[in-house]
Every structure is written in structure tokens, then in C-alpha cells.
């Protein structure tokens, strides 16, 4: 057996291994590990393992495991996989991008494919010029889903099942709910819930409803909503986007395009993110700024209005800090401003908004304490 971990051996390199999030390559091109991982490595956090084939991982069970982010698998390795190591690799639920073609044409015109692995997420073709690009974007992407929580407001069936397994699959963070005052409260007191996925109906109300319910309260801005309809039902589709939803699938679907539209609905997600960030966030801090306060603020004192949260406020003022800037100079008094934001930062909950409103002055909105 050949090992060729694409880190250090010592022990500091293993340590750093066991806190960052492991990616495990398999591919019989020595030329494309070697670029794949230096790719890799220039991803912060990202502790990248390379071995020629899988007689190598399945020799290392530990790289199965959930201390595994994602398994990047060449494609014609992934289609002769024996039935008991298809198991295996389903049952560790890592998701697997394929590296190579979906379709591997065998021996004597015989035409195989791994399609059948539900934790296969994507494919890409490692050949194309974009195929390490594609690579780094799909890593990225897992990282990236381990943050996100997506809210499932979809009738008990068989199909939910499948759409969770799904979504966990991806690393997503996922919460159903049974009917739509569950889903209200979910958004009102947790602000990590970005996504959410509607059915055709929800008890007694269709998914229409459903969806001008949660846009009553939460614009495109601060939640993306994909609806599912029944197969060939193109009036409720239409109703979806009509009513609110950022994009909608047909039921049953195949894995690959239920993916796809994910991921499209994750970036808009990003991206959203990343402009709201630039315009809400204190640039000496990092802490939220004035504005964010009384956006988010006006929005959680009409969900206590209707009594749906209580809402307490507090307001911070550092003692002395203009003699730390006349003894000190500026750069220690912005030291001084950066020390008390992390402070705050870490005393408070997720669910709190901790926001520097101008100078040393800082404010604080705690819901339900």
C-alpha cells in the first residue's frame, strides 16, 4: 500500500489536521494531485490528504468518518466500486464530488455509472481548463453549508425524507417544521436560517400561503425560498415564484438538478451576504454598525409587538477612553475599541445584535432574556 499524505508528519501537522476540515483526494494521476493539492492548500483551514487509490482510503477508516469534510473520488474509480464498498461510502454520508467523466465506458461497449451514489453531489470534468476551479469552489462550498441552516416546511412523507438526506448530505443545517407559526418563530429568534423549502402544502394551507406568509415578514434580502411542486403541476410553479420563491423544483427530481438549484440559491445567499456585510459592518470592529441596529431593530420590536419575542436593550460606554487617546495616541485607543468589540462579541448569543453605534459607544438588542 502506498500513503502519500500531502502534509507534514510531524506531530504539530497531525494536530492541525484533527481541528481543520480534512479533504481526502483519490485520483491514479500524479500530475493532478500535485496541482489539486497545492490548489487545496491555499484554502484557509483546509487539510488536504492525497492517495492514489481506494484501496488506500478504505485501508485508512478513519478517513470515513465525519472528521472527513468531503471525498473528491476519480470518476472511473467510483464506478467499479465492489457493492460492499458502495456501502460504505454511502453509509459515511461524506459528500463526493467525481473527478472525470459522469459516464465511464468499460470493456466489450459497456456503459457504467456512478450516478447511483446519493452522497455523490457533483462532477466535474478534471481535464477542463475550469476543473480546478470547479474543484476549489466545490470544497469551499461544503465549508461554506456548515454554516448555513435551512428551514424545511414539507408534509411527512417518504419524499421529505429523501429532500433532508439531501440536504445533510451537503452539510447543511436543517430544521422541519409542522406548521407556519413554528417556521415565524424559527426566523424571528435565529437569524442563521437563510434558506427554506416549501412543499405544495403545509396542514391546511397550500404552498402558495405558505410562502406570501414568510414573505410577509422576511424579504428576498434575509431569506431565499425554494418551493417544490408535484410533477407536471406548472400552476402551483408558477404560483411559487409569483407568491415569493426565488426559484422551484418538480417532485420527484433528480439528484443532480435538486443540487444545482441549492447550490444557485446558496450563492445568491453568499453574495447577498457579502454586500450586506459591507454595508452593515463597523470596518475597525467588524462588529454590526448603526444601521444594522435600527434595521434589525425596527424588525424585532414588531415581532415583540406581536408578541412573539420579548426584547431587552442595553447600552456601552467604555470609562476614560479619551485619556487613552490623548496619553496613548488613536492606534491604542482603536486597539482598545477592537479588545472590547471581541469582548462583547463573545458574551452575547448568536441571537443578540451587539453593534458599535459611534465612537466608544456600543449597543446591544437581546431577544428573550
Same mark, same amino acid.
Given at each position: 500500500?502506498?500513503?502519500?499524505?500531502?502534509?507534514?508528519?510531524?506531530?504539530?501537522?497531525?494536530?492541525?489536521?484533527?481541528?481543520?476540515?480534512?479533504?481526502?483526494?483519490?485520483?491514479?494521476?500524479?500530475?493532478?494531485?500535485?496541482?489539486?493539492?497545492?490548489?487545496? @492548500?491555499?484554502?484557509?483551514?483546509?487539510?488536504?490528504?492525497?492517495?492514489?487509490?481506494?484501496?488506500?482510503?478504505?485501508?485508512?477508516?478513519?478517513?470515513?468518518?465525519?472528521?472527513?469534510?468531503?471525498?473528491?473520488?476519480?470518476?472511473?474509480? =467510483?464506478?467499479?466500486?465492489?457493492?460492499?464498498?458502495?456501502?460504505?461510502?454511502?453509509?459515511?454520508?461524506?459528500?463526493?464530488?467525481?473527478?472525470?467523466?459522469?459516464?465511464?465506458?468499460?470493456?466489450?461497449?459497456?456503459?457504467?455509472?456512478?450516478?447511483?451514489?446519493?452522497?455523490?453531489?457533483?462532477?466535474?470534468?478534471?481535464?477542463?481548463?475550469?476543473?480546478?476551479?470547479?474543484?476549489?469552489?466545490?470544497?469551499?462550498?461544503?465549508?461554506?453549508?456548515?454554516?448555513?441552516? &435551512?428551514?424545511?416546511?414539507?408534509?411527512?412523507?417518504?419524499?421529505?425524507?429523501?429532500?433532508?438526506?439531501?440536504?445533510?448530505?451537503?452539510?447543511?443545517?436543517?430544521?422541519?417544521?409542522?406548521?407556519?407559526?413554528?417556521?415565524?418563530?424559527?426566523?424571528?429568534?435565529?437569524?442563521?436560517?437563510?434558506?427554506?423549502?416549501?412543499?405544495? @402544502?403545509?396542514?391546511?394551507?397550500?404552498?402558495?400561503?405558505?410562502?406570501?406568509?414568510?414573505?410577509?415578514?422576511?424579504?428576498?434580502?434575509?431569506?431565499?425560498?425554494?418551493?417544490?411542486?408535484? %410533477?407536471?403541476?406548472?400552476?402551483?410553479?408558477?404560483?411559487?415564484?409569483?407568491?415569493?420563491?426565488?426559484?422551484?423544483? %418538480?417532485?420527484?427530481?433528480?439528484?443532480?438538478?435538486?443540487?444545482?438549484?441549492?447550490?444557485?440559491?446558496?450563492?445568491?445567499?453568499? %453574495?447577498?451576504?457579502?454586500?450586506?456585510?459591507?454595508?452593515?459592518?463597523? @470596518?475597525?470592529?467588524?462588529?454590526?454598525?448603526?444601521?444594522?441596529?435600527?434595521?434589525?431593530?425596527?424588525?424585532?420590536?414588531?415581532? %415583540?409587538?406581536?408578541?412573539?419575542?420579548?426584547?431587552?436593550?442595553?447600552?456601552?460606554?467604555?470609562?476614560?477612553?479619551?485619556?487613552?487617546?490623548?496619553?496613548?495616541? @488613536?492606534?491604542?485607543?482603536?486597539?482598545?475599541?477592537?479588545? &472590547?468589540?471581541?469582548?462583547?462579541?463573545?458574551?452575547?448569543?448568536?441571537?443578540?445584535? &451587539?453593534?458599535?453605534?459611534?465612537?466608544?459607544?456600543?449597543?446591544? =438588542?437581546?431577544?428573550?432574556?
Amino acid at each position: 500500500m502506498t500513503l502519500k499524505p500531502a502534509i507534514t508528519q510531524n506531530e504539530d501537522a497531525q494536530a492541525a489536521v484533527a481541528v481543520t476540515h480534512r479533504v481526502v483526494l483519490v485520483d491514479d494521476s500524479a500530475w493532478f494531485r500535485k496541482l489539486a493539492i497545492r490548489e487545496l @492548500h491555499a484554502i484557509e483551514g483546509i487539510a488536504a490528504v492525497e492517495v492514489s487509490d481506494l484501496d488506500d482510503l478504505f485501508a485508512n477508516e478513519h478517513w470515513l468518518t465525519e472528521s472527513t469534510m468531503c471525498l473528491l473520488i476519480e470518476e472511473s474509480q =467510483l464506478a467499479l466500486l465492489t457493492c460492499e464498498r458502495k456501502k460504505r461510502l454511502v453509509q459515511s454520508g461524506i459528500p463526493i464530488l467525481g473527478l472525470g467523466h459522469s459516464v465511464v465506458v468499460r470493456g466489450q461497449g459497456l456503459i457504467q455509472t456512478s450516478v447511483d451514489i446519493p452522497n455523490r453531489v457533483d462532477v466535474i470534468d478534471r481535464d477542463s481548463p475550469a476543473g480546478l476551479f470547479r474543484l476549489v469552489e466545490f470544497v469551499n462550498r461544503i465549508r461554506d453549508n456548515q454554516r448555513q441552516r &435551512v428551514l424545511v416546511l414539507y408534509p411527512e412523507t417518504e419524499e421529505r425524507e429523501r429532500l433532508l438526506q439531501l440536504l445533510r448530505v451537503y452539510r447543511f443545517g436543517v430544521q422541519v417544521v409542522s406548521c407556519i407559526a413554528e417556521a415565524l418563530r424559527l426566523l424571528d429568534d435565529r437569524r442563521d436560517f437563510r434558506i427554506a423549502v416549501v412543499g405544495s @402544502h403545509l396542514g391546511a394551507m397550500s404552498g402558495e400561503e405558505v410562502i406570501r406568509c414568510l414573505r410577509s415578514s422576511h424579504d428576498h434580502e434575509s431569506l431565499a425560498i425554494l418551493g417544490l411542486s408535484e %410533477m407536471g403541476d406548472w400552476s402551483t410553479a408558477q404560483g411559487f415564484l409569483k407568491s415569493g420563491a426565488n426559484d422551484f423544483l %418538480m417532485v420527484p427530481f433528480p439528484v443532480e438538478e435538486f443540487y444545482c438549484r441549492v447550490i444557485n440559491i446558496a450563492r445568491s445567499v453568499d %453574495m447577498i451576504d457579502r454586500l450586506t456585510n459591507a454595508a452593515t459592518r463597523d @470596518h475597525l470592529t467588524g462588529m454590526h454598525n448603526r444601521r444594522f441596529l435600527f434595521d434589525v431593530g425596527n424588525k424585532l420590536y414588531a415581532s %415583540m409587538q406581536r408578541g412573539q419575542i420579548a426584547l431587552s436593550v442595553a447600552m456601552v460606554d467604555i470609562d476614560h477612553f479619551k485619556a487613552i487617546n490623548d496619553t496613548f495616541g @488613536h492606534e491604542a485607543g482603536n486597539v482598545v475599541l477592537r479588545r &472590547v468589540a471581541d469582548i462583547l462579541g463573545k458574551r452575547f448569543r448568536k441571537t443578540d445584535v &451587539v453593534a458599535r453605534i459611534g465612537g466608544e459607544e456600543f449597543a446591544i =438588542l437581546m431577544v428573550n432574556m
